[in-house]
């Protein structure tokens, strides 16, 4: 990928930007182009890191690119209503349009504003498709039964550790700090994770507080039944009926409901689908929301399907 950053922005645009807000301009129009070309060199960087493989490489490679291409469309929007305000410090107070140029200002914050949410919004996408691991496990995810398992073997795993430390600490306190911690110690932690736990809490307590036990074994049980779930229903197979409106269907599998209209339906349904969760999907042609009673009765009723048809 080329990273010459710098090339992506118009020149004479980025050195004109402040002609009438700077009596420094060029400078000003220099440190744009910096910033922008710094800024987008520093959060590659910062992603880089996470591309631990040559497919994450071409990955970020192809996702950089794409949210750089649109960046630099922000970007540009902005200097360019930048360049349309102008400062009665530089261009003198003699009938200045106050009034309209608080107008350009305020569009031109505007432009910033959003290019600065679009920016948040990319790099948070981005860090997520090259760490799937940080995603939220989605019922309809083709790795969810896997990911689930992973996450229910570390709960069970610190809970197991969590009561040998706690015991390692209760048997040796007569012995005093040292065979508690070469206790934790053997028990695989590091001298410093074993300092921590022998340090005392707020309530002058140490190891494993009761309620973070209390709070992973609940979180192990609610895993579990979720788990129980997810392989129950990804074992199902789809329904669909033919309405008298359009069709429907409900994946388990995919943790989906989805109505299939002949047609565009009309703005009031729209309206009505986009209220209660329904997004359009255009890659299947078709509304659809995550699978829930309410969703399910949604669809079946807009679709024009009886409420007892599978």
Known sequence: ???????DLPKELTMSAFRNTSHFSDQRG????????????????????????????ALLDQEFTRFRNKYREFYIDWLQAESRCASWFVTGPANFPVERMKKKRTWAENKWARMMDFRKRAINAIEKTLRPELRPIMAGDSNAVERLKEKLAEAEAFHDLAKKINLAIRQNQKEGREAQKAALVALGLSELQAAEYLTPNVFDLMGVPKYSLSNNNANIRRMKGRLMVIQRDQAKAPTEALGTNARFEDSPSENRVKIFFPGKPSEEIRARLKSKGFRWTPSKGCWQAYRHAWTVATAKEIAGVAENAS
Do not use: I, P, V
Not at 46 to 55: G, I, R, S, W
């Open 30 to 57: 220099q440190r744009a182009l910096e910033d922008y070309s710094q800024g987008l060199q520093h959060l590659y960087d910062e992603l880089a890191k996470f591309a631990n493989t040559e497919e994450k490489k």
């Open 1 to 7: 990928m080329d990273k010459n950053f710098q090339d």
